[in-house]
């Protein structure tokens, strides 16, 4: 995957430039207690020297401190890396109007500083990138696959319509000709044309990701590289004794359950576990899609976030066409659906398969930039992710898959200083990880004034759109 595009300073916007941004030179953390994000124990009164990169780290007091320095006491907070999600949407059609406006400060003030944009208009994304390098634009790095491969006959906007395996190898071609750093498939596309993708992917020396489509087991996928999967896509067919008949369709949640097998699940989680085939259960997505009438989110104060296009427009969209699929299948059901979903994504871990943090923001209905990612974290720990696990799914892990090991993910001398300063420990409770103090991005301090400004602006812009 290239990697060198999307590695990007990040500013922001001109004109609105707080007192701790304007002139900044270095910045100093002293006595703060760090949690790397690599394993080891949480290392307590530490020293950070920053600049655009993190410069030394150290006991306090045995640090040598530039002149100069912009210094923060942290005496009893907690500094991680910064978070990324690893599936968003934020250019989508019309169907996600504000992206600029809402999706990026709202990810910013809540601590993630990279995202994986998992289908979205390419032009669009492409000059938003540009304009976070250049200074005039506040917002995380942005790795992008552009349009989706779909079938023929698409359902999504951003999404390229695919019929046959030469149209696929095309598609391929254009796509990294115009800059995606990935490709994303869609569930439509045909399996013939999947695997033409998958194997013009590997030629033009890209990654896949993506849904398992409808006419794939997802231990075909896997065996074929696709590197991620999304939603669960595939997994619950492939763990079940009518795979067969469902890739012809007419599969639901009760009847994936009544079909389940544990052997045939051990056998598919094996073979996750051996490819490395990433997973990106999106399991706040995946509580309201199947939820959908049993979710009361009529009192959520964070839905002044929402722009009321998402609201009366784009979400209903997505609840018609899910209640339209369920049929009759009762509520209870689709919780014990949900439940197992939880279930499988802890076996999952436990035999070895890769996990990384995403939740399809602003794609399905009360799943907010940002907002949504620390659900999802607390979802990893209901799945028996430890503390320390669920932060690793959205810091270490996806530097791994990106292949930035060695300048995003974990708090070491020679990183990109994106950090999040938190007032509790995220490892004693997941749910700290909301609370944060302050934010580092790309050597830059956010102070909480500062995050306040970006939530200001963003339920500003929603409540008048």
Known sequence: MKTVAFLVLLLLPAGSLPQTFAGQSAIVITHVNIIDATGRPVQPDMTLVIDRRIIAIGKTGQVRLPTGATTVDATGKFLIPGLWDMHVHMAFGDWLPGGKEVALPLFVANGVTGVRDMGGDLDILLRWRDEISAGSLVGPRIVLSGPMLDGPKMRFPSSVPIATAEDGRKAVTELRRKGADFIKVQSFIPRDAYFAVADEVKKQRLTLAGHVPDEVRASEASDAGQKSIEHLTGIFEGCSTAEDDFLKGGKSP????????????????????????????????????????????????????????????????????ILKELDTEAVSIRRRFVQKEIEIVGAMLRAGVPFMAGTDTAAGVDVLPGFSLHQELELFVQAGFTPLEALQSATLNPAQFLGLRDRIGTIEPGKLASLVLLDANPIEDIKNIRKIHAVVLNGRLLTRGDLDRLLGQAASFAGSH
Not at 293 to 315: E, H, Q
């Open 254 to 321: 009760g009847r994936l359950l009544e079909a389940y097998s544990a052997a045939r699940a051990a056998d598919l989680i094996a073979r996750l576990a051996r490819n490395r085939t990433w997973q990106v259960p999106t399991l706040v997505w995946e509580r309201g899609q199947w939820l959908i009438d049993d979710i009361d989110t009529s009192r959520d104060p964070l839905l002044k976030y929402a722009p009321s296009s998402w609201r009366n427009k784009t979400w209903p969209m997505f609840t018609e066409s």
